[in-house]
């Protein structure tokens, strides 16, 4: 079936320093993936997200490039700020999908930056 | 902005008593979800709703669980008899019709409680 592994956690961080999130994935054809992000408080936010083989998703300073040899997705950062701190989800939509298709996700990563 | 709302924020309850989960879509979206996540684990899809009736479930998504959308607003998850395992956050979410986008909104969840 489709499943998400994503690294354990936690992540903690000095201000600037650079973010790696590793993410896997399991599935037939060609899912689409997403990050989503929970802030303190928050519901799930959509990050960024990526349709196909070697489309790059970025937003905020975050990048994750859909890598099909590897089935990996992974999140990175070049420079963390404290207003970061979050925990992040890695998540695949199935293909095909249609309108409804739901959303499978990892176990998230809880991520603390530190000044 | 607009937002997914969720009401309670957390709920407390006796095994085998019946709770029901609150969730305000966006006011323009079509499709509903609801995801749960037990303390540590995945978040987990629970069903996706549309047009008024199920469109997908899970295994999770058993004869004690049913979703209403009663007042064309409120969209609902009951459980009708809690066990000591359906302790997790639910998730609500909503997306919006197919010709504006794909994005699944959440809310910011209920922190479920069984005693």
């Known amino acids: 079936g489709n499943s998400v592994t994503q690294m354990e956690g936690p992540v903690t961080l000095s201000e600037e320093a650079f973010l790696t999130i590793n993410c896997t994935y399991t599935a037939t054809g060609y899912p689409s993936l997403f990050w989503y992000v929970q802030y303190p408080g928050e519901g799930l936010q959509l990050l960024l997200k990526a349709t196909k083989a070697d489309d790059k998703g970025s937003n905020k300073g975050f990048e994750a490039t859909y890598r099909k040899e590897t089935t990996s997705f992974h999140l990175e950062k070049g420079s963390v700020q404290v207003s970061d701190s979050a925990v992040y989800f890695c998540a695949l939509k199935r293909s095909p999908n249609s309108g409804n298709t739901p959303l499978v996700f990892g176990k998230g990563t809880r991520l603390s930056v530190i000044a | 902005e607009p937002e997914v709302t969720q009401t309670p924020s957390h709920q407390v309850t006796q095994m085998g008593q019946e709770v029901i989960l609150r969730c305000v879509p966006i006011s323009n979206h079509l499709y509903f979800y609801w995801y749960r996540q037990i303390l540590g684990q995945k978040v987990e899809f629970l069903v996706s709703f549309y047009n008024n009736e199920i469109s997908e479930k899970s295994e999770i998504f058993d004869d004690q669980f049913s979703v209403e959308r009663p007042d064309g607003s409120n969209f609902t998850l009951k459980i009708r008899s809690t066990k000591l395992e359906d302790s997790a956050m639910y998730f609500c979410?909503?997306?919006?019709?197919?010709?504006?986008?794909?994005?699944?909104?959440f809310g910011p969840g209920t922190r479920l409680t069984v005693l």
């Open positions: 979410a909503s997306r919006a019709p197919d010709r504006v986008g794909d994005e699944q909104f």
